[in-house]
C-alpha cells in the first residue's frame, strides 16, 4: 500500500480551462438568448470557438443559506464532471437551481447532460436561422 493519496484520471478532473470565471464570460453568456430548464435546473448558454464546454455557476441567496448553496455547486460540479464526455464541445454555459427545486445528485446528473444537449440543438438552430437571414438579405440586395 502506498502513502500517496491515489488521483482521478484525467478525464474525472475539473481544470480551471472548463471552469467560466471571468465575469466578462458570464456576460456575454447572459447576453444570450438561449435557455433550457426543467424542474431541477435552469442553463443559459452560448457558442465559443474553444475545444471543450465550460461550465460557470450562478447560485443566489434567495437558493438558501451557505451551506445550501455550496452543496448545489458541488453537485452541480460532480454532474458536470462525471458526464463531460456527453457535454457538447465548443458551448459555454451558466447553470443555476430552479426556484423551489432540492438538490438531489441524481436529479442533477440527469437534467444537466440534457440540458447542455438542448442548449447546443437551439444553438444550432439559431445559427442556421441567421445564416439563412443573411443569405435571404444578399439576395433582396442584389
Known amino acids: 500500500m502506498s502513502d500517496k ?4 484520471p484525467a478525464d474525472q478532473t475539473f481544470p480551471p480551462k472548463i ?3 471571468k465575469q466578462a464570460d458570464f456576460d456575454h453568456v447572459y447576453q444570450s438568448e438561449i435557455f433550457a430548464a ?3 435546473l435552469v442553463v ?3 457558442q ?3 475545444d471543450c464546454c465550460r461550465l460557470g455557476l450562478s447560485v443566489s441567496r434567495k437558493v438558501g443559506n451557505a451551506v445550501v448553496r455550496n452543496r448545489w455547486k458541488r ?3 460532480e ?3 462525471k458526464n463531460k464526455a456527453k457535454m457538447p464541445v465548443g458551448v459555454d454555459i451558466v447553470v443555476r437551481p430552479r426556484k423551489g427545486a432540492t438538490c438531489n445528485q441524481e436529479a442533477i446528473a440527469r437534467s444537466l447532460p440534457k440540458l447542455a444537449k438542448l442548449i447546443q440543438k437551439r444553438l ?3 445559427s442556421d436561422k441567421n445564416q439563412n437571414d443573411q443569405a435571404t438579405g444578399r439576395q433582396q440586395k442584389k
Open 19 to 21: 471552469r467560466i470565471r
Open 48 to 50: 465559443t470557438e474553444l
Open 5 to 8: 493519496p491515489s488521483h482521478p
Open 38 to 40: 426543467d424542474q431541477v
Open 124 to 126: 444550432k438552430q439559431q
Open 44 to 46: 443559459r448558454g452560448v
Open 79 to 81: 454532474a458536470f464532471r
Open 75 to 77: 453537485m452541480i460540479r
